[in-house]
């Protein structure tokens, strides 16, 4: 009798944004839970998640993730009405809370999702608050990134 183990992410993580790294500085990060359904959670399961044009707002002192995308499998979900796009509460403490409130108030600051991963058995969600870049500092962000390719291959190639 053999155990037949399911396939999972080596790292936990479900969806990362790649695009606020590129169009943002992070400039601090924190750890928030995810208030979800059963539907969500299957789904998350699978790796349907993005995160593309997610940020978090604050509503009635309590944090909400807008914008995120979670499809529902069509297995686990036929006895419910499901939201793609619903807003979704983060769990976080009052003093997180508070600071999203006071940075995101000044000009150019703005919080968002980062990640989605899994801590044991809970959803996790990776929140930064962030500084918009220019035009200019994303040009420099790609040309050290082109950069930096390049050098790899120089040195794996010289040796």
Not at 32 to 60: M, N, P, Y
Not at 67 to 95: D, F, M, W, Y
């Amino acid at each position: 009798m053999s155990k037949v183990k399911k396939k999972s992410n080596s790292t936990g993580t479900i969806a990362l944004n790649k695009r606020a790294k590129f169009d943002y500085f992070v400039d601090q990060k924190f750890e928030a839970g995810l208030a979800l359904s059963g539907w969500e959670v299957k789904s998350l399961r699978e790796g349907k998640a993005q995160l593309v044009d997610s940020f978090v707002i604050i509503h009635q002192n309590e944090a909400w993730l807008v914008g995120a995308r979670i499809t529902p499998l069509l297995s686990a979900s036929t006895h419910v009405v499901c939201e793609p796009l619903r807003q979704r509460k983060l769990l976080l403490n009052r003093k997180e809370i508070d600071r999203i409130i006071q940075v995101t108030e000044q000009k150019g600051k703005t919080c968002a999702a980062m990640a989605l991963y899994w801590k044991g058995n809970k959803i996790k969600c990776e929140v930064a608050l962030v500084t918009g870049k220019k035009d200019h500092d994303k040009r420099d962000t790609e040309r050290n990134r082109d950069w930096s390719r390049d050098k790899e291959r120089l040195m794996k190639h010289k040796i």
